[in-house]
């Protein structure tokens, strides 16, 4: 299997993983963001954990590979892990020169928007006008 397949399969396994995981999606936040700095670069990820899959991704690369691995497949793996986990997914680069620096902010900004946006809340409601966060 080649990389492309390899990185899209991982977001996909993870992000059906992450959706079995929250269920209804009873008593979250919902909502989750970071901005994260790593050494020159500055990166933004936010999170709406909705029921509808979607990716937003505004994160240029300076450089098109690191050692073997294609850097276009950062945005490949977020959206194959937004649309099977069925959320909204934005990820925005300020600024930053170093693209191992960039990949590094962006995985740990995901990593801090999803773990605010799974939260409990304190109830068990879940948080939708509609009642439910199905797309």
């Known amino acids: 299997m080649d990389g492309h397949h390899t990185v899209e399969d991982a977001g996909l396994c993870l ?5 079995k995981a929250l ?3 009873s008593g979250i936040n919902r909502y989750g963001h970071a901005i994260i700095p790593m050494d020159d670069a500055l990166v933004m990820v936010a999170v709406d954990l909705s029921g509808r899959g ?3 991704f505004d994160a240029p690369m300076p450089a098109t590979r690191i050692g073997d ?3 276009e497949l950062i945005e490949e793996f977020m959206r194959a892990l937004a649309i099977n986990g069925e959320f909204n997914l934005h990820v925005r680069l300020f600024y930053g020169k170093n693209t191992h620096h ?3 902010a ?4 995901l990593a801090r928007s999803l773990k ?6 304190g109830g068990e409601d879940i ?4 009642g439910t966060l199905e797309g």
């Not at 992000?15 to 959706?19: E, F, P, V, Y």
């Not at 962006?106 to 900004?109: E, G, Q, R, S, W």
């Not at 605010?116 to 809340?121: F, G, L, S, T």
């Open 15 to 19: 992000g059906q993983a992450i959706k």
């Open 23 to 25: 269920g209804e999606k």
């Open 54 to 56: 979607h990716l937003v």
């Open 69 to 71: 691995f294609d850097t």
């Open 102 to 104: 960039i990949i590094e």
């Open 106 to 109: 962006i995985f740990k900004a």
């Open 116 to 121: 605010m946006a799974i939260a409990r809340d």
């Open 127 to 130: 948080p939708s006008t509609k």
